[in-house]
């Protein structure tokens, strides 16, 4: 380091800051990402297995109701592997471009924060949308099963009161959405702090 020029130690000491930046971001992303899958994921859980123990009541002569509860089961499984997809398709995208410069790095972390976003919420309104295609399941299981109207009734409203949980999913999502914002903006200011120049920072300080 002794017969090196002070430019070259700056630019050494700058590269390595930046790498130790870049694999930060990396790492809150993933960890973000997961968590975010993760709180969707526990929310539809207790719902599938509402709608499984809805459906070992049914009779098999009820083909129409069990139909309509396979449909409900089927849209689930596609939204808990479309999240999953989606959230290893950004990290993917995001961790196979090692090569660019930091700025360029931070811009795309940014929209792939927005398209993290916009999947999560095409996903919540998917779980409000279960909750009128149960209403319309309760009127055929009412119009075919007026012994059990009642225990049906019963079931279906505590699948309903696992949905109008979704306040609380959108809250965590929004929560997480912003300390992933404002940290984007925290190394958006280091790495401008960063690219300037070595001489620059003295004469700025004194």
Do not use: W
Request: proline share 0%; charged share 35%; hydrophobic share 35%.
């Amino acid at each position: 380091m002794e017969n090196k020029s002070i430019s070259i130690q700056c630019d050494e000491v700058t590269k390595n800051i930046m790498e130790e930046l870049q694999d930060e971001m990396v790492t809150s992303l993933t960890k973000v990402s997961k968590d975010v899958s993760g709180e969707i994921l526990e929310k539809l859980k207790p719902i599938e297995k509402r709608i499984n123990d809805l459906r070992e009541d049914i009779s098999d002569e009820n083909e129409e109701a069990l139909e309509k509860l396979d449909d409900l089961n089927k849209s689930i499984n596609k939204m808990t592997s479309s999240i999953e997809n989606v959230l290893e398709e950004c990290l993917n995208n995001v961790m196979t471009k090692e090569d660019n410069i930091l700025n360029n790095k931070l811009k795309e972390l940014s929209k792939e924060n927005e398209s993290i976003k916009g999947k999560l919420e095409e996903n919540n309104k998917y779980i409000m949308n279960l909750n009128t295609r149960i209403d319309d399941l309760e009127k055929i299981i009412q119009s075919n099963f007026f012994d059990h109207k009642m225990l049906f009734i019963e079931k279906l409203n505590k699948i309903s009161e696992q949905i109008d949980e979704k306040n609380m999913l959108i809250q965590i999502v929004n929560k997480l959405e912003g300390e992933h914002s404002e940290k984007l903006s925290n190394l958006q200011e280091e790495v401008e702090y960063l690219n300037q120049s070595f001489f620059s920072k003295i004469f700025k300080k004194k």
